[in-house]
Structure formats: C-alpha cells, structure tokens
C-alpha cells in the first residue's frame, strides 16, 4: 500500500494563515484595549492624583478622571476586588483580574458615612417666635408646597400666613451654623434644577457641609492599621453608594495603578 496523498492546496494554506493573523490581531487589540481602558484615572498614566492639585486644569484632569471611572468602572466591582494589602497606612491596594488599584481608606469611609446621613438624617427644628415672611413668585411658592417633606426633613417648617405670603417658622438647630430665608431660596432653586435628580438628596450648602464635618470625624483615619476584614469592608461599602469616586471634600476614594503583565511560558 503506497503513501497516502497529501491533501492540501495552495489556497487552504494561504486561508488557514490569514486566519491565525486574524487572531492575533484580535488578541492584541484585546491587550491593548485592557492596558488603555483606564487613562485619566490612571496614576501610571500620568492621570490625575487628586492630591495638592488646586489649580484649574487639576480640577479639568479630576472631573475627567471620575467620568472615566463612572463610565468603565461598574460599581458591583467593589466586591469582587480581591485585597491585597496596606500601604503607608493610608491606602488600600487592590485587584480586579489583572488591574491593581489604590483606595484612599479615609475617603472612601467618609463618602460612605457622608450618604448614610444625607439619605437618614431629619434635622431637629428651631421654631422662631416672629415668623419670616418669605419673598417668592407664584412658581416658587408651588414648588414649597409641593415639597414641604423636604423642607422638614432639613429642619424647615414653612407655612402661609394669613395675607397667602409663606413665612419661614422655624429653621434647623444646630450650635455653630445659623440658617435663614436665603437657605430656603437656594433649595427653591436646588428643587427646579433637579429633574434628573432625586429630591431626596436635596440639602442646603450649610447642611452638606455639616455632614460632611461629621461624616469626617467618624471616618477611618489616615494612619490608622486596618485588618483584612475592615479593609473588604470598606470595599463593600463602595459598592452601595450612589457617587462612590470622592469624599464630600472632593478627595479621590480610587485611582488605578497598573495592569499585571501575563506570565509567559518557555
């Protein structure tokens, strides 16, 4: 019996070729989409830190840099992320497949202590004993009264006196900030801005910066040790927020650092 007859042609082979170029191809721009997928949150990069950068342009590489997280980032990554330590007690350095990031452990408790109170906390009142008349355009009264829950969850009791003209009776208590018509007037605005946005969240400037003070002080610290498991809580508690990528300061809760090469095989 003779040798079987090679079955092959000039064509198949040039086929067969151009097909693993193909995959190679493929697989290259894969890698290389994986390495660029994070850039302006990237540290190695050249992305921004957002530490000491006060500055206009630091401002425009921040805003650009959380926009890339919120569109590449899925938050349910959170608690996939696998820790893989401490550093400079500070930070946190973590991984997710082949990426390895930093989260600032101190930012990233504040943000998540800082909307825990905005979406639970309901301010005590401070009743006036001479009510404020209150100065607002038909339009401007409709909208108070068709978010009163929002006034009193801030501390707020307005009501209309007598003459239909709202009147400011009581405003929140607190020690160190005082409140007045003009804390009304911005939630006024706040409220006709915030189509897209839940009016559960609404508070006014000096309330989000007594949150924030309090959410501050009842944060992890910088230099404090952290166990493995407050680090993944930590992790986990990014995950259930609504805008996880800074504290209420405007500090960075993460940036990316680098992407682990594969291991190549002789």
């Known amino acids: 019996m003779g040798p079987a007859p090679l079955r092959w042609t000039v064509e198949g082979i040039s086929a067969r070729m151009e097909q693993r170029a193909r995959l190679k191809r493929s697989h290259a721009q894969q890698e290389n989409t994986g390495r660029k997928r994070f850039r302006a949150a990237s540290l190695l990069h050249g992305g921004s830190g957002g530490y000491g950068e006060g500055d206009a342009e630091g401002g425009a590489r921040e805003a650009e840099a959380d926009?890339?997280?919120?569109?590449v980032f899925d938050k349910a990554d959170f608690k996939r992320m696998h820790v893989i330590g401490q550093f400079n007690l500070g930070f946190l350095v973590c991984r997710?497949?082949?990426?390895?990031f930093i989260v600032d452990q101190h930012a990233s408790d504040e943000i998540f202590n800082f909307e825990r109170l905005q979406a639970h906390t309901k301010l005590n009142r401070q009743p006036l004993i001479n009510p404020v008349p209150l100065e607002m355009s038909p339009v401007e009264q409709l909208v108070v009264s068709d978010n009163l829950n929002i006034f009193h969850k801030n501390g707020f009791d307005i009501r209309n006196s007598g003459s239909f003209v709202p009147c400011m009776c009581a405003v929140p208590y607190s020690k160190n900030t005082v409140f007045g018509a003009d804390d009304v007037y911005e939630m006024v605005d706040m409220i006709q801005q915030s189509q897209s946005l839940s009016n559960k969240h609404i508070r006014p400037t000096k309330v989000r910066a007594m949150?924030?003070?309090?959410?501050?002080r009842s944060s992890i610290m910088i230099g404090q040790t952290l166990d493995k498991r407050t680090m993944c809580r930590v992790l986990d508690n990014l995950e259930t927020l609504e805008a996880p990528w800074n504290c209420p300061h405007g500090?960075?809760?993460m940036r990316h650092l680098f992407v682990l090469q594969k291991s190549t095989r002789r």
Do not use: H, M, Q, Y
């Open 67 to 71: 926009e890339e997280l919120r569109r």
């Open 96 to 100: 997710l497949g082949r990426d390895i």
């Open 211 to 216: 949150f924030a003070s309090r959410a501050c």
């Open 251 to 253: 500090r960075p809760t």
